[in-house]
DNA sequence: ATTAATTATATAACTAGTTATGCAAATGTA
DNA sequence: TACATTTGCATAACTAGTTATATAATTAAT
């Protein structure tokens, strides 16, 4: 298939099904070249009731990996077909433990040549090829089961997304964004205060001016995310890390763990030892990025917000 | 999935079909991650036709391997979601010629780097495995296309099965199976013939007294194919290979050609140099098997058989 | 110039699975 | 002991494909 060579591994899935198709196509034909009366689909139930001799429909669709409707259609169809039998004689009346029948044992007596044919046949490909495809199946359940596709996508999505952000330093064009950025988030969980007014009205008075800094992350040269480090008079901190806040259409782009990690770098440079911050814990997220940067819980310090029930520290 | 484990080999279409729905599960919530309003199984026919600019509904179920209906239907939903339009000016009023349309192209775009975390993950996942399922799979294609996995199931039981039949000497309780086998082809055939009769109703005398040999093929312990060899007089062959016949049911097995091999053994054995026979060429398998043997077409000799219209020679 | 065969597509009916849901039996809990 | 929750199964409705078939347009053949 051509196809597959141009449009890269993206294809995987339609790969897969193709081959899918090909292989359980075949199934049927097998059957028939034994002459013996059975449905490919059947195959993995069968197996299962030939093994275990009384089992429950959802015990088999675990076992099997279907859902248990699906298992429960199959039965149904075998029951028709004669090759199992319902064996009643379970305490449990919810369950509906089937057996096979006479007909049924005789078949898996029949068909287990067969088995043996498709086995040697399989084989067969596996010594010709140079990749196995059946170890290669068995590896991906494992590694999949170990992290799925998604969350690989999604890691590798943010690893190259947050590539593409950039820190910068705080110019007046970038004012309104500063404002409507934290407006937005802190509206949303509290209600905005006098020292919040001041700060994000007049930046550069109240942080720059006084020796503070504040940094922009830039995503396709849009501001979507800020932070503020505020001078502190009288403390033992010499920086309080504020005014923290990321677009929630930039989620998922460390955004703020860039922006911490600089801003701490930006202290250092500074010549600051420790740095402080006030938060609440309702905002679960942004604890959790504060304990990731190396943030950790101090107590007892003054706040002028209403809103601030944790308190934090990092030493840098 | 310990199933596999057990089950061996024959689960192979089971296996396929839960990776399938494993990775096609999660390939519906990429598109989800990455915002865009796009349906997996779109993916095929959307990419080609981003290829390819305009192509018919036919030549995309080539490329991608679907059959046409399946196409036809995944066009007219996206044609539904606006991502494609007919493009009509082509000739040909049977054609239905589709392009993609502003928002169909500015989707292909959209979706570019998704694709490409795609590739990057399942990139990983390859990495991190020791067998490489992309490559097993493109392997497995060009096997399967090959040989069919039918055709080698079937190979393989035809090679264990020839195993099981023996090739045993003629004795007086096979007469009646010697007699009961030729019949059944003679008569679908042909009519049966005094020499028939003779040679049936009394092999001892009429084969086995004159110098000749009859092997009978065993399967099970039931003798399902014989063949005898006839001495010839006056002629520049020692024997005749004829009354070769093979139970219906025992067919697949091998069975002519080992009988064929036996008597050709056990007429150099007796130190004759070439073998004859006389067969029709309506019997076409009988055919194909004598030139598989070695014989060839030789012409003139006399014979007593109206059904006779090719001879063949077999120099050992 | 007809007629027959082929081609391109659409539609219907089927297949092998899925998820969602409802019901009855069994189990847990106040 | 009564009520809520959980469990096991069946059924309905859906999904992503398939094969079979009908129809119209085109091409080939007489």
Chains 1, 2 share one sequence.
Not at 56 to 77: D, F, L, R, Y
Request: with cysteine; net charge negative; proline share 3%.
């Amino acid at each position: 298939m051509e196809f597959f060579d141009k449009v890269g591994k993206s294809a995987l899935g339609s790969r897969l099904r193709l081959m899918t198709a090909v292989v359980t196509d075949d199934a049927a034909k097998i059957y028939e070249l034994y002459g013996v009366d059975f449905v490919p689909k059947w195959f993995p139930v069968f197996y299962t009731l030939a093994e275990e001799r009384e089992i429950t429909i959802t015990e088999i669709a675990n076992e099997i990996g279907h859902s248990q409707p699906s298992v429960s259609k199959i039965i149904q169809e075998m029951i028709a077909a004669g090759l199992i039998e319902e064996s009643a004689k379970t305490e449990d009346k919810r369950k509906n433990n089937v057996v096979l029948t006479e007909k049924g044992i005789l078949i898996s007596k029949k068909i287990k040549q067969q088995l043996e044919d498709i086995d040697v046949a399989i084989e067969g490909i596996i010594a010709e090829s140079k990749h196995n495809l059946w170890a290669a199946l068995e590896e991906w359940e494992f590694l999949l089961e170990q992290k799925s596709l998604i969350k690989r996508v999604s890691e590798q999505k943010k690893k190259r997304e947050s590539k593409d952000v950039k820190i910068v330093d705080y110019k007046p064009e970038y004012q309104e964004a500063f404002r409507a950025l934290n407006v937005e988030w802190i509206s949303t969980y509290f209600e905005m205060e006098e020292a919040d007014y001041k700060a994000l009205d007049n930046p550069e008075e109240y942080i720059l001016k006084k020796g503070g800094k504040i940094l922009v992350a830039l995503y396709e040269n849009e501001p979507v995310g800020v932070c503020a480090l505020i001078k502190m008079n009288n403390s033992e901190y010499d920086f309080e890390m504020a005014k923290m806040a990321v677009s929630p259409k930039a989620q998922g782009k460390s955004i703020g763990w860039l922006l911490g990690k600089a801003i701490a770098e930006k202290a250092k440079e500074l010549g600051a030892k420790k740095i402080y911050l006030e938060s609440n814990t309702i905002l679960k997220p942004a604890i959790n990025l504060y304990y990731k940067l190396g943030f950790e819980k101090v107590f007892g310090l003054e706040t002028p917000y209403k809103r601030c029930n944790i308190q934090m520290e990092l030493v840098l």
